[in-house]
């Protein structure tokens, strides 16, 4: 798979936020982190690459929140080399054209893919 670099990330991050197209994907809020809605449909989106630096090496958990935002907040940065986005895949709905990111949230006894919209304000490549 594709890794995507910071300049790639932030490129695709201006083209999404330029479109303006009523769209499924666009019907709910994804602008923090939270679990696939039953509104989208997988098949909706194509993978166009990862985040992740190694599919072989564990990536950190540590996140990156310098002005006191949270997981969910949506403020909240987007930093490719901090959790989850050090998970993600890059995904980009048919329909439209918008970017997300996407991971799969695996703990204790489920997994649980979750979503997040890809915006070029909150883009940081921040060093861990």
Not at 10 to 23: D, E, I
Not at 31 to 56: C, H, I, R
Not at 61 to 71: D, I, L, Q, S
Request: overall charge negative.
């Amino acid at each position: 798979m594709l890794k995507i670099d910071f300049s790639t990330l932030s490129q695709l991050a201006v083209t999404s936020a330029k479109v303006t197209k009523k769209c499924s994907c666009s019907s709910v809020s994804l602008a923090a982190w939270q679990k696939l809605p039953n509104s989208l449909e997988l098949n909706n989106f194509e993978e166009v690459g990862t985040l992740m630096d190694d599919p072989y090496d564990e990536p950190s958990f540590v996140e990156y929140h310098p002005n006191g935002t949270r997981y969910d907040s949506e403020d909240a940065p987007i930093a490719p080399r901090y959790y989850p986005c050090n998970r993600s895949q890059l995904a980009r709905c048919v329909a439209c054209g918008r970017y997300f990111l996407r991971y799969n949230e695996a703990g204790g006894y489920f997994t649980e893919l979750r979503i997040r919209a890809l915006r070029p304000e909150l883009l940081v490549d921040a060093l861990l």
